[in-house]
């Protein structure tokens, strides 16, 4: 190789170095972006889960409620014979339900 092609050679090296030097500076941008979005996603994420709990929270006294009534209505409310009629007897096992949401 003679000097004046091993200097071009090295020129295009330079230039090659500066353009992957200014794309891996892009890429960390993009990266420190990211990050920051996903932590703030992971924030709000919890916010709504909190969220969610403390509604299913307040909501568990009217869902009691609801299965008292269907009981009452005479439907069974335990795991074994839900929703199907108790034709007028008492069930032990949505007794039992009951019993175990009362403790």
Partial sequence: MDREKLFLHIQQLERN???MDEEVRIL???TVKLVEENVSLELEKENYEQLLNDKE???S???EN???SLYDEGFH???IHFGTHR???DCLF???FFNERQS
């Fill in 17 to 19: 170095i500066k353009t």
């Fill in 28 to 30: 960390k941008e993009l």
């Fill in 57 to 59: 929270t307040a909501d």
């Fill in 61 to 63: 006294p009217f869902k």
């Fill in 66 to 68: 609801s299965l008292k």
């Fill in 77 to 79: 409310v335990c795991s």
């Fill in 87 to 89: 034709h007028g007897d």
């Fill in 94 to 96: 949505c007794q039992a």
